[in-house]
């Protein structure tokens, strides 16, 4: 069965979440190379997170794609802390408003997208059970 286009587009936001910390890992790399770390253990330790944190979008993304329910657990997940990272950011000063708005519009999105995935799989496990129970009679 092919995936409905909200399916793709969510698992699409989750993959494209993934490159993007693929991205910012590579900077973080970069900036280790040339000695901008302040402290060596703390910069390979977010590189190492950094990694893991994409990998596992990555897996979220492919597992939304398939219909998975730990995929759109798991991406809701990703989506509310990346929310809560971008109000959290609000604080600083000066305001980094690229920064929020980069993180906060499609983490906001996810969540929508994830959320009516999540509605629409209730539905149709729903109307299967009741199918089969209808079937049995």
């Known amino acids: 069965m092919r995936p409905s286009s909200l399916t793709i587009a969510a698992a699409a936001l989750l993959a494209l979440e993934a490159v993007a910390l693929l991205v910012l890992t590579l900077i973080e790399v970069f900036g280790l190379s040339s000695g901008d770390a302040a402290s060596l253990p703390s910069a390979l330790g977010l590189i190492g997170l950094s990694v893991v944190g994409a990998a596992g979008l990555a897996v979220l993304a492919v597992a939304v794609l398939r219909g998975r329910s730990f995929g759109r657990s798991g ?11 971008a109000l ?3 604080g600083v000063r000066p305001f980094p408003a690229v920064f929020v708005l980069s993180l906060l519009v499609p983490a906001v999105l996810g969540v929508v997208m994830l959320f ?7 539905a149709e496990a729903r109307r299967h059970a009741d199918d089969a129970g209808a079937g049995q009679d």
């Open 88 to 90: 959290s950011a609000i």
């Open 75 to 85: 991406g809701m997940v990703a989506q509310i802390l990346a929310i809560a990272v």
């Open 116 to 122: 009516v995935l999540t509605r629409r799989a209730g």
